[in-house]
């Protein structure tokens, strides 16, 4: 008997043990951004605009600055440099006087820092645990607002970089690259180049860094974006506080506007490319962001459907074996984008692939061509891709909102697209492929082992339609 009541006691006992375990491991739901949750913002007297992005998925904060910088600011003597000012960036400033202290500063804090450099936009970030806020937007404005460039630092910098592009041409693509970026965009290359060249970078001095930091790094030319596990206010309050005092300056734009590319001249571009198979690029110039609205959008919802594995394209060279990979894409540009085809062909059918890819494209020009299913399919990738990317708020941090505040101007740019992909027709992908690429002058590159190359006939015939 005594062991009947025991055993029932025992399992009374369990039973609540269960429950409180249960309760105890059922937290409330984490608070997420969600598709429709707008994005907090403030922007202050000096110019500087200031975005939150409340997420509390994990107890982390990331504190970006963005700057309208990059490979589109340069000139020929300027090549590469906004991209050496980003090595520059995590170092000594007035707060912390030698690259130890700041490296000293960024281990008592925890922060995980990086940032990177495209033609449009140069990017600063870091992590740390968001309840070191405060210490955290403190150490971004000393960052941001009063650096030191140490020759000494600057020479070893200059190294670094000049190892990039080592690693670079190691690369059996990049060689090929290099040279269709010269004949796509000539005569101004060095505004669609970040990496730059080697002798400007040898030769950059604590003077152009400056001259840089004067030009663009301004409050006005610049946006803050914080995201994680914090409240806009206090974000508002701290930037108030810390960047206030950031002076504004007159606005770089447009001033240090690039010049209009002219128009595309045909050429082809033969490289010797450690490869098995034969690369083939095709560039066409794109058109520009804010200037040639709808196009951008309509070039999105086309290259969906062009890349989808059901197409029509992609069954004429990849299923029937002319090519072995194929992607149409169009990079957003404010300052003229660039439609590009990348595909490699077997050995022996690099001259067939490259007819048929014409062909196809001048079908597109028909009706017919796609479906309303194909349409309305690449219309919801698009917008599921919206959801998708705001999964992760660090990448959403420093890569779609740092980019689309930069090149589009706003915000409000990148919140209008699913509702301006749901806008595209039939009738305006063919006009699109008709204005930018049938009957369009575009550059060929083509790539593979010499002995490869020797084999093909591929010639400037080529490039006419």
Not at 88 to 117: C, H, W
Request: charged share 25%; proline share 6%.
């Amino acid at each position: 008997m005594r062991s009947k009541y025991l055993r029932s006691a025992l399992l009374t006992l369990f039973t609540l043990s269960l429950c409180l375990v249960v309760a105890q491991a059922d937290p409330p739901d984490p608070e997420s951004i969600g598709e429709n949750t707008p994005f907090q913002t403030i922007k202050l007297d000096n110019g500087l605009e200031v975005i939150v992005i409340e997420d509390y998925t994990v107890p982390l904060v990331t504190i970006d600055i963005v700057v309208r910088n990059g490979a589109f600011t340069e000139p020929d003597e300027f090549a590469g440099l906004s991209h050496l000012y980003e090595h520059m960036f995590f170092k000594a400033n007035a707060a912390y006087p030698s690259q130890e202290a700041f490296m000293d500063r960024v281990k008592e804090l925890g922060i995980s820092y990086n940032g990177y450099t495209t033609n449009e936009l140069v990017n600063y970030f870091f992590t740390l645990p968001s309840d070191l806020l405060k210490e955290g937007m403190e150490f971004m404005a000393d960052a941001i607002t009063t650096p030191k460039f140490n020759q000494e630092e600057l020479v070893k910098e200059r190294a670094v970089v000049l190892g990039e592009f080592d690693r670079n041409e190691a690369q059996p693509e990049f060689v090929l690259r290099y040279a269709l970026d010269s004949a796509v965009w000539m005569p101004y290359v060095s505004r669609k180049q970040p990496l730059g060249q080697r002798p400007v970078i040898n030769t950059a001095t604590v003077d152009k860094m400056e001259m840089i930091q004067k030009r663009f790094y301004v409050p006005n030319n610049s946006a803050l974006i914080v995201s994680g596990a914090v409240k806009a206010d206090d974000v508002f309050k701290y930037a108030k506080k810390y960047l206030s005092q950031w002076k504004r300056e007159a606005n770089p734009f447009p001033t240090y506007d690039p010049p209009q590319f002219p128009p595309l001249q045909p050429k082809l571009v033969i490289r010797e490319a450690a490869v098995p198979n034969t690369l083939i690029r095709m560039f066409w110039h794109g058109p520009s962001l804010l200037r040639d609205e709808p196009a951008p959008y309509i070039a999105d919802v086309l290259f969906t459907m062009v890349n989808q594995s059901t197409s029509r394209f992609y069954n004429k060279l990849v299923d029937s074996g002319l090519v072995t990979e194929v992607y149409v894409g169009y990079q957003s540009a404010r300052h003229t984008g660039e439609i590009a085809l990348y595909t490699t062909a077997p050995r022996g059918k690099a001259e067939e692939a490259i007819a048929v890819i014409k062909e196809e494209f001048r079908a597109m020009t028909e009706p017919g061509y796609f479906t309303d299913e194909d349409l309305e399919i690449a219309k919801q990738i698009l917008a599921d891709n919206r959801v998708f990317e705001r999964e992760n708020v660090y990448r959403f941090t420093i890569g779609t909102v740092a980019f689309w505040w930069s090149v589009a101007e706003s915000l409000d740019y990148y919140e209008a697209l699913s509702a301006n992909y749901s806008k595209v027709t039939h009738k305006q992908t063919r006009q699109f492929v008709k204005d930018y690429m049938v009957d369009q002058a575009f550059v060929l590159g083509v790539g593979g082992r010499q002995d490869t190359l020797e084999k093909l006939n591929i010639t400037e015939e080529d490039l006419k339609w």
